[in-house]
């Protein structure tokens, strides 16, 4: 049997969620093994993007897209509402380099951890802005999948003083990135959504690099790399936050934000994994509890979800199908 599009929406962003620690990890290794300002390589990973998709935007509009893909609806250069998309690239981008600072000084794995508290700011905002309903349920596996999330890394802000602080910002602007790819991608091709916020994230952080220059913040300061490595672990993270964030922005257009966001918990256990083999980092037993909290929560949601979209109508339900905020 088909799946519906809530449990669609779940497999899509539990793939990303895979997708996204392979970026950071890209991200950490340009910092500290290659000397590039965190502000640069959030400059490159866009710049990346921004190319991917135009040359995809104008490879689905030629003779060739048309014939592969006949009849699809094709990406376009301007989205319906620019302003607000561009607003939307801001975000992502601001976000995205302050994260890049953050994980420059701190454990991949502790930095996502602090990070985590995105998934709780986006319940909080969808259910004020979208009016979503956030029910028991939800609530519980939220709390459940932060808890699990804090066992998995089991972080230590104090070691960290301010530069702690970043990742929380950075899971404000995320948390608003979502939101409103939520309430304003309806009806937009994702492709043309990830052009701006490419574009949108180019020119917040170029306006960065710009006041990094003049002020001396050597984090922000602007950094050329290298032909080889360098550009190719920028041209990874350009393919793959394309590829995870075009699947995020589906996945957003088919579920709310508030039953979606416990699967972004998905995510620590790829960045478990990646800090294995890039950084020799290997869970301990406590850790690998936390792993399995993180799977189950969001294993309950999914299975949770799948029941709601199976269960029968009642006859005379004026309603075509279940909602996804029956009960929470």
Not at 100 to 123: C, G, H, N, R, S
Not at 175 to 183: D, K
Not at 229 to 257: F, K, N, R, W
Request: charged share 10%.
């Amino acid at each position: 049997m088909q799946s519906g599009p809530v449990v669609r929406a779940m497999m899509l962003l539990a793939g990303a969620m895979a997708l996204i620690p392979l970026m950071d990890t890209a991200a950490k290794s340009l910092s500290t093994d290659y000397d590039l300002a965190p502000a640069s390589i959030g400059f490159g990973r866009f710049a990346a993007q921004f190319i991917f998709v135009f040359l995809g935007i104008a490879l689905s509009r030629s003779i060739l897209g048309r014939r592969i893909q006949p009849g699809r609806p094709r990406p376009t250069l301007i989205p319906a509402r620019p302003l607000i998309h561009l607003v939307r690239g801001a975000l992502h981008g601001g976000g995205s380099m302050i994260f890049f600072v953050a994980v420059k000084y701190m454990p991949l794995a502790d930095t996502i951890a602090v990070f985590f508290i995105e998934p709780m700011l986006l319940l909080a905002l969808s259910a004020v802005f979208l009016g979503d309903h956030v029910g028991w349920p939800r609530r519980i596996a939220s709390v459940i999948g932060f808890c699990g999330a804090l066992l998995v890394v089991q972080p230590s802000y104090q070691l960290f003083g301010a530069v702690a602080l970043l990742p929380l910002l950075a899971a404000l602007m995320f948390a608003t990135y979502l939101l409103i790819t939520r309430r304003y991608g309806a009806g937009e091709h994702p492709v043309t959504m990830q052009l701006w916020s490419a574009t949108g994230g180019m020119v917040t952080i170029g306006v960065c690099i710009v006041v990094g220059e003049l002020v001396g913040a050597l984090d922000y300061r602007l950094t050329v790399p290298n032909l080889g490595e360098e550009i190719a672990l920028l041209a990874l993270m350009g393919i793959v936050s394309t590829a995870a964030h075009i699947t995020i922005v589906i996945a957003y257009q088919l579920a709310p934000a508030s039953i979606l966001a416990p699967f972004s918990y998905l995510e620590i256990v790829s960045a478990t994994i990646f800090g294995y083999l890039v950084f020799d980092e290997f869970p301990g037993g406590l850790q690998w509890v936390g792993i399995s909290i993180v799977v189950a929560t969001g294993l309950f949601i999914f299975l949770r979800e799948r029941m709601l979209e199976l269960r029968p109508t009642p006859i005379g339900d004026a309603r075509a199908a279940p909602t996804t905020d029956l009960d929470g």
